[in-house]
């Protein structure tokens, strides 16, 4: 199938797990879209898991998260299911809009289950949003507005992160859309702590570092006039 820039390559207990978008992109018709395992002794592939064509629009598989014993499988047409490794679904659901970003897996409340959180298109009449799903029955745990509708906006490319931008407190949520929007959340709830748009959009999306914010910038991003930003906190000199 077809892959891109934004395809998950996911290396798990010894297999290879790709979102493929099938044969043709945004096609709703396209029978090969799906995740493919590739044993990563011999390079043999399989499509291990087909989205069923239960929720209209294209079913390219925009990116996978490794889940608890699963993974969290995430289609451009808002569907998102969780799988086990044999490929059978465990659950599914709609978040209502075009996933434009691969998923990611995080405990959000601590409760020792892998949540997943991903990122929807604006589409007439409603705007981006930043949804959470509880990893063990797929219902929502929150889903916070993140951007207005900018003109002609069409792009896939949305990136999550997790990373503690304060010296104190827990990990934070950084999500951007490519035209430039940024936002910091609290994973816990969704609360918007801190939002800005570029000029320039983004094309780099969210890294973290592993160390604390003490040691130096604790995230960065890249946009389109070929510059890096550094996101810390306000009150951090």
Not at 51 to 72: E, K, M, S, T
Not at 110 to 115: E, L, M, N
Not at 116 to 128: D, F, N, P, Q
Not at 207 to 215: D, N, S, V
Request: aromatic content about 6%.
């Amino acid at each position: 199938g077809l892959s891109t820039w934004f395809t998950t390559i996911l290396p798990l207990d010894g297999q290879i797990y790709v979102a493929s978008l099938g044969q043709e992109f945004n096609d709703p018709a396209d029978r090969a879209d799906g995740v493919v395992r590739v044993d990563g002794r011999t390079g043999t592939a399989e499509l291990l898991f087909a989205p069923p064509a239960q929720y209209r629009g294209p079913r390219d598989v925009i990116g996978l998260a490794a889940g608890d014993d699963g993974l969290f499988v995430a289609c451009s047409n808002g569907s998102v299911y969780l799988i086990d490794p044999e490929g059978q679904i465990r659950w599914q659901v709609h978040v209502g809009d075009p996933i434009v970003g691969p998923p990611l897996a995080v405990d959000l409340n601590r409760d020792g289950t892998t949540d997943v959180v991903v990122v929807t298109r604006a589409t007439k009449g409603t705007s981006a949003k930043v949804v959470a799903l509880n990893g063990h029955s797929g219902k929502t745990i929150w889903a916070t507005t993140f951007a207005k509708p900018p003109a002609g906006e069409t792009m896939l490319g949305a990136t999550l992160a997790l990373g503690r931008l304060q010296a104190e407190g827990g990990p934070e949520l950084i999500a951007t859309l490519p035209s430039g929007d940024v936002a910091v959340l609290n994973p816990r709830n969704g609360e918007v702590r801190h939002q800005q748009t570029l000029p320039g959009g983004t094309i780099a999306g969210a890294l973290c570092r592993a160390a604390g914010p003490e040691t130096g910038p604790p995230a960065y991003f890249g946009d389109r006039g070929a510059g890096i930003w550094s996101l810390i906190a306000a009150d951090r000199k």
